[in-house]
């Protein structure tokens, strides 16, 4: 008989727990042992009855976290400061890189970059007025000077032109008309017609030599178009004949060739009379 | 029944989720709280027989589980290192109500038939309504005599027999040795036996309850 086995093992067994080996051991015992069966058995009538506690069914609550738990780096607030906080750096860092000024002064805001350039104060209206003013006369002077100027001018070329025109050329003229004479003049017409008859006489003859030259030459030109005319018909005329023989050469030999032929023939049908 | 079956099938899906969860994903973690309340409510549930207690067990272990889950070394063990989150939190409100709360748990489990909750839960409520009733009578009288049982018996007997955890596990989560917790099953077992004899409600009876 196997010794009792622990506690332990025979709820291992109740359990399912056991390797093969041990169950088959407690099996044993127990085949052996109706009392120990017994109470097994009413522990697995409890382990039936036990069964009868069921679940409870229960729908889990939204687990609430503590606050804690959110970093505060991790809050939306502290994000979008950051962000605020970064962008303001940004601006902070290209503005001194460019080197951005920004003065208040006298109710006066002032943006640049770089060192600030002090100008005069801007002229008061008085000023403005005056300087426009002086600026005027001074224009005006300029004007007057100029105009009185051209008139001067003016007035002296006109002057100058009058005295020179109406008495100067008038005086010339009158003296010239007055020495010139009758002879003069005569003398003058006829060279001018003696210098005519001889530019015109020259002309003709120049102009009929040239005549006779030109005819000349039509008239050797036309003798040689004439000869040449006519050794071309002859040399027409020696081919067409040349032309005409041979042609008629032919028609010998053809006129020759047909009556050899019809005696040939005529001499054919009297020996085929003959034979017959 | 189910708890044989359930905490395995939770566990198969559980695996990727563990390491998400350890990762920080908070969806992860809703995830296993979602897979795991049910089990840790009603393990905190029969160890008290109080709802509001239980309720609170829960929402503690599952707080811990998320806050101190990036320690779990082994995705492994998360099951038996979630009952011993559980286990610890009950002891922790066992001991405040031993301090405060002077009142007998049997006093506070006075509802019984159509008053008790379960009665209002349960879906096998067509049933035969006398059966259903009987059923329920010898469910409420089993949860209080396991509460006549010491604590220690109390969390083995609750773990093993509807939680369905191996001895090994039960072990681990009571960080005894394996022989010990067998033992203490042994004798829970045991002394429920002789709690329902003192009650008069013999085998016989209790068979004819059924």
């Known amino acids: 008989m196997n010794a009792k086995p622990d506690d332990s093992v025979l709820i291992a067994y109740l359990y399912g727990e056991l390797d093969a080996g041990e169950k088959k051991r407690v099996e044993e015992f127990l085949e052996a042992n109706p009392e120990a069966l017994k109470e097994l058995q ?7 009855h036990l069964s009868a506690v069921t679940d409870k069914e229960v ?10 738990a959110q970093r ?22 290209a503005g001194w890189l460019t080197g951005l000024t ?23 209206t008085e000023e403005v007025q005056r300087m426009i003013a002086a600026s005027l006369q001074e224009n005006n ?10 008139e001067q001018r003016l007035t002296e070329s006109i002057r100058q032109s009058l005295a020179s025109n109406a008495f100067a050329n008038r005086d010339a003229l009158v003296k010239q008309v007055a020495r010139a004479t ?24 120049l102009s009929a030599s040239e005549q006779q030259q030109v005819i000349e030459e039509l008239l050797v030109d036309f003798s040689r178009y004439l000869n040449q005319q006519r050794a071309s018909d002859l040399q027409v005329l020696q081919t067409r004949l040349a032309s005409i023989e041979q042609n008629t050469d032919l028609f010998k030999q053809e006129t020759e060739q047909i009556l050899t032929s019809i005696i040939a023939s005529v001499e054919g049908g009297n020996t085929k009379e003959i034979r017959n | 029944m189910h708890a044989k079956t359930l905490p395995d099938i939770a566990m198969m899906h559980t695996e990727s989720l563990i390491t998400r969860a350890k990762e920080g994903d908070q969806h992860a973690q809703g995830k296993l709280v979602q897979l795991w309340y049910k089990r840790i409510y009603n393990y905190s549930f029969k160890f008290f027989l109080d709802h509001d ?23 492994g063990r998360f099951k038996s290192w979630l009952y011993t989150i559980a286990v610890n939190c009950c002891r922790e409100e066992a001991r405040k109500l031993k ?8 006093a506070v489990s006075d509802y019984d038939g159509e008053n008790s909750p379960q009665w209002e839960k349960s879906q096998r409520r067509h049933e035969n309504p006398e059966r259903q009733y009987q059923q329920q009578e010898l469910a409420d009288l089993l949860q209080q005599c396991l509460m006549e049982l010491s604590a220690e018996q109390r969390e083995v007997v609750i773990m093993k027999e509807y939680e369905g955890l191996k001895f090994r596990e039960i072990a681990e989560v009571l960080n005894i040795s394996e022989n010990t917790a067998k033992s203490r099953m042994y004798y829970g077992l045991d002394g429920l036996r002789r709690i329902l004899e003192k009650k008069n409600i013999t085998n016989e009876t209790l068979s004819y309850e059924r």
């Open chain 2, 53 to 75: 207690l239980a309720m609170e067990v829960s929402q503690k272990t599952f707080i811990s589980m998320c806050r101190n889950i990036r320690a779990l070394q082994d995705t």
């Open chain 1, 182 to 205: 009758h002879d003069q003049v005569r003398d003058y017409v006829e060279a001018l017609q003696q210098e005519n008859a001889r530019m015109m006489k020259d002309y003709l003859a």
């Open chain 2, 99 to 106: 301090n405060t709360r002077a009142v007998p748990l049997d």
């Open chain 1, 42 to 48: 009413l522990l697995q009538q409890l382990r039936k």
């Open chain 1, 59 to 68: 729908i889990p609550p939204p687990i609430v976290w503590e606050p804690a």
């Open chain 1, 141 to 150: 002077q300029t004007l007057t000077s100029g105009w009185a100027t051209a």
């Open chain 1, 102 to 124: 920004i003065r208040i002064t006298d109710g006066e805001l002032r943006i640049g970059f770089g060192q600030p350039v002090d100008r005069p104060n801007s002229p008061t």
């Open chain 1, 72 to 93: 505060f780096w991790q809050t939306p607030y502290f994000k979008r400061l950051t962000g605020i906080a970064a962008s303001v750096t940004v601006l902070l860092v």
